[in-house]
């Protein structure tokens, strides 16, 4: 007797659902790093007074 994959798994979350949330923070991350690695770029030229 086999079992049907709705009685293996009864409280399988919606899939698209997680590809949402999956975007949303992945854009997020990658603003906050681009954010923080600018910040990052800038305050060695400022205060490392390095000229291009």
Request: hydrophobic share 50%; proline share 4%; glycine share 4%.
């Amino acid at each position: 007797m086999t079992r049907g994959s709705s009685e293996l798994y009864p409280h399988r979350p919606d899939v698209n659902y997680f590809n949402i949330v999956d975007s949303v923070v992945w854009s997020f991350i990658t603003a906050v790093e681009t954010l923080a690695l600018v910040a990052m770029l800038c305050f060695f030229f400022v205060l490392c007074g390095c000229t291009l």
